[in-house]
C-alpha cells in the first residue's frame, strides 16, 4: 500500500475531483499534563535514575510487541493516544482494539489518529469507536470522496494528487503521557508475526521519561493541525443505520480477535515494577506543516538533515536498517564521504524477493554497483529466515518482509522510527524516530543485524562489475543468479519499469 500513490497511473478515469471540506472549528485538546499523578507516571519517576534520561526498552518480536502494547491500555488511568498510518481490520489489531475500548469503558480518554490512506472499508468502525463518549477519532490527510474503496478514492482525488500523495507515516501509542511504545510498526496481523502467510521484521521500542513529553508534543502538533479531521466530518454517519438494515453487512466474515500474549513487559507493570535501560533519548520528528510543502520542506520541518548529521558523525561503524532503501546522489556522497573516512558501513534491506514495493526497488538497484564499490556491505533479506531467531519469534515457513527503520552509530548510539532511507520520507511523509545515546540498546540492535544478515544475501561485485549474491555458509549457484527467489515475471515487470520510475516519488 506504502507506494500505491506512486504508481498510479494519471488517466482519464477520474469520477470527478473532491476537495477538503472546511477545516471543523474545535477547541485544542493535549496530553494529560499531570502525568506524574497517575500510577504510571509515578513507577517511571521513582523507577528513573534522574530527571534527564529516558527509559528504553526494545521489542523485537511480534509477540513481546502486541502483548506490551495491550499492557498500556490496560495499565491506562487517564488517556491513551494512539497515532498510526496504518490499522489493519484483522484478529491483531481487533484484539487491541479491544483493550483500547476497555479502557475507554473504564473512563480513560482515548485520542486515535489516523492517515486516511488505509482506511477503506474501516468507515464503520471508526463510526462506531467515535459513538463512545470517551473515544475521538481524527483522520489525517483525508480523502473526502469515492471512500467505498482505495482505487476510487485516488480516481476521486486525482486532481489533488499533489497533497494526497504526502501522508502522514507516524506510529506511537501512548499512556498517561507517562509511557509509549514507538518505532516501525504499524498495527496489524503481519507487523506482530501473526498471519500465515507473510510477517514483517519489524522493531519497536518502550520509552519512558521525558522522551514521551517530546512524543505526546508531536502527538498534540498533528491531533491539532488543520489537516486532522473528526471522522464525522468526513464519513456521512447514515452509513451505520444503512449498514444495520443491510443483508450484505451481516453475511460479512466475523474477525476473530487474536489471543494477547503474556510478555514480561505486562507482567513487570502488574508488579509494580521496570526493567528499562536507562539513558538519554531525543525525539526527532517532522512538522504536520511537511505534508503541505509539495516536497520541499524547510529545515525545521523535516529530521531528513538531522538524520544525515547522526549518520556523519560515525567513526568506526555505521549500521543501517532500511526495508526502503534508496540513497539517491546525496545519501551515496555521504556514505563516500564516511567510507573514505575509514568508517565501515553497513546496510540490511529487502532483496526483491522480500519487498513489499517492487517499484522501490528500482531505486535501490540503480545505486547497488555504485556502493559496493566503495565498499559499502549490502545485505538482503532472504524469504525464509532462520528458525533459530529467538530475538524475532518464530516466523515459521511464512514470509519474511523487513520493516524495521534503524541506524546504529559506533555501536554507542541508535535511531529508531518510521523513516525509511529514501526520497518519499526525506521529502514527502511526515516521519518521526528516537535517538538513543545508549551502548546497551545499541549493541543489542548491532547483534540483532548480525544474527539476521548472517541469514541474508551478501552481496559483492564480479570481475565484470556485475552484482552477485551469496549466502552463508556459501552457494556457488547463486553467484549465476540474479535477484535469486524473485519470480521472472516480477524481474521482467520491473526491468520494463525501470525507465519510467521517478526516484523522487519512490
Known sequence: MRHLLCSLSVATLTTGCATLPEPVPRADTHALADYNTTDLGRLTTTSAPGPDVSGLRLLASGDDALGSLAALADNARHTLDLQYYLIHSDGSSRALMQRVRAAADRGVHVRLLLDDLNTAGQDKGLLRLTAHPNIEVRLFNPFPAGRIGTISRLLASITDMSRINHRMHNKMFVADNALAITGGRNLGDAYFVQSPDSNFLDIDIIVAGPAVRALSTTFDRFWNDPMAYPVTAVVDPSILSAAAS??????????VPAVIPDTEFARDLKQGRLKLVWARATVLADKPSKIQSEGQPTKAEAIADDVDRIIRSARQELIVISPYFVPGVRGVALFKELRDRGVKVRVLTNSLATTDAPAVHIGYARYRPQLLAMGVELHELRPLLNAKQAKLGSF?????????????????????????????????????????????????????????????????????QRVQWNTTPPNPGLLRQSEPEASAWLKFGLKLLSPFAPEEML
Open 246 to 255: 443491510s443483508a450484505d453487512g451481516a453475511s460479512k466474515p466475523t474477525i
Open 396 to 464: 515459521g515457513s511464512s514470509h519474511a518482509s523487513l520493516h524495521a527503520k534503524v541506524v546504529v552509530v559506533d555501536r554507542e548510539s541508535a535511531l529508531v522510527g518510521s523513516m525509511n532511507l529514501d526520497p518519499r520520507s526525506a521529502r514527502l511523509n511526515s516521519e518521526m524516530g528516537v535517538l538513543m545515546r545508549s551502548p546497551e540498546i545499541a549493541q543489542q540492535l548491532a547483534r540483532l543485524f548480525e544474527e539476521v544478515s548472517k541469514d541474508s544475501y551478501h552481496l559483492s561485485l564480479s570481475e565484470g
